[in-house]
């Protein structure tokens, strides 16, 4: 891959349900082909030199859906945090959470820590999971946790505060499935991002779809502001 690369990528991972409409199928399958989707698109945006990876699978205003839904959702989670952890420590990736573990079941909890502790040591890059996340909320937690220490509020220390705390700036923000806005995700941490957003249901988001994205990135003229 050639051209400027991002060092910090994040997804909204959008369409799932609507992909599985469109072929008369249940939304639980659209949620399983989004999966699928998403293991290969995480591998090859580390295979692109992406450092960073943080993609939106589940909002903490997702959490109103139906309780059929969300159990099939919450059953992918489980799947994913018990077969893939290894495959991830053995490429040398580390697996982190954002969002409000209160929020989710325990026995997704107990996997999501599970895994966090058993990819810690990788080095190679960060994919972070936003499962029952929200960027407000988490501004809000954030100054609640500084105040508690009775810290000042500075920018490195609300920056080390969110969910992201350690984490650079997010370059490039994609969003498929036709929508475009950012629906409550990295409020903070997107403020110069650039975004790409993709007619694409996240199903066939494609390596290639993703390389056009990248291409596009390359093409921008990041300023900061600046001349």
């Known amino acids: 891959m050639s051209g400027k690369i991002p060092r910090h990528v994040a997804v909204i991972m959008d369409g799932n349900g609507r992909w599985a409409k469109k072929r008369l199928l249940p939304r639980a399958a659209g949620h399983r082909a989004g999966l699928t989707r998403m293991i290969g698109l995480s591998d090859h945006i580390f295979a692109c030199g992406v450092e960073y990876c943080t993609l939106f699978a589940l909002s903490a205003e997702n959490l109103a859906r139906p309780k059929e839904e969300l159990d099939a959702l919450f059953a992918l989670f489980c799947e994913y945090f018990s077969e893939y952890a290894e495959p991830l420590k053995e490429k040398g990736i580390r697996l982190k959470t954002l969002g409000d573990p209160a929020l989710v079941p325990e026995n997704v909890r107990k996997l999501m820590r599970e895994a966090e502790e058993k990819t810690r040591l990788g080095e190679r890059g960060t994919l972070s999971l936003a499962i029952g996340y929200g960027g407000r909320q988490d501004i809000v937690r954030a100054c609640g946790l500084l105040a508690q220490k009775g810290e000042p509020v500075t920018a490195e220390n609300f920056a080390a505060a969110l969910s992201t705390g350690g984490m650079p700036a997010v370059d490039l923000l994609i969003r498929t499935g036709k ?10 941490e997107a403020a110069y991002a650039e975004l ?29 502001g600046k001349l």
Do not use: Q, V
């Open 179 to 188: 929508e475009k806005r950012l629906s409550n995700f990295l409020l903070y």
């Open 196 to 224: 790409y957003f993709s007619d694409l249901y996240f199903p066939d988001f494609s390596d290639e779809a993703f390389d056009s994205a990248l291409a596009e990135f390359a093409r921008r003229d990041r300023r900061f």
